[in-house]
């Protein structure tokens, strides 16, 4: 479940090197992610542990509704992130446009196929990734 999740995000924090560039782990469903409090302070820390993160794939296999907050939260943490997998996220939606608007330098890849981002959004989006696919 969503804690089992987190617990494995919680334990990689410490873990990882700080050389870790590529992350590839699901975000618990939202339905599951009660308290967010707790959930957004695991990713954050895996964040500000492995600050050379280049690479977050939280992909999923078919549409599922996650935990977006989270989403938004790691990436105000990851200031060298170059490519972003969200795909089938199905409910990671134009929130995720303000952190992006932030950084520094755009993504050079996000895939956002299979979200709830609107035609504006991904209008936006488009400006702010190198390569978008949806």
């Known amino acids: 479940g969503a804690h089992h999740s987190d617990y494995v995000i919680a334990a990689v ?3 990882s090197p700080p050389h870790l560039v590529h992350l590839k782990h699901p975000l618990p469903p939202s339905l599951l992610d009660s308290d967010e409090r707790y959930h957004r302070s695991s990713l ?3 964040a500000k542990n492995c600050p050379n993160l280049r690479s977050l794939d939280f992909s999923l296999p078919s549409p599922y509704d ?3 907050h989270r989403l938004v939260d790691a990436l105000h943490h990851c200031p060298l992130l170059t490519s972003l997998d969200v795909s089938n996220c199905a409910n990671v939606d134009d929130r995720i446009l303000q952190p992006l608007r932030a950084r ?3 993504l050079a890849f996000i895939n956002v196929s299979g979200t709830s981002l609107t035609p504006t959004g991904l209008d936006d989006l488009r400006s702010l990734a190198c ?3 949806a």
């Open 13 to 15: 924090s410490k873990a």
């Open 44 to 46: 954050r820390a895996l």
């Open 66 to 68: 996650v935990a977006v």
């Open 104 to 106: 520094e330098s755009p």
């Open 131 to 133: 390569s978008c696919t």
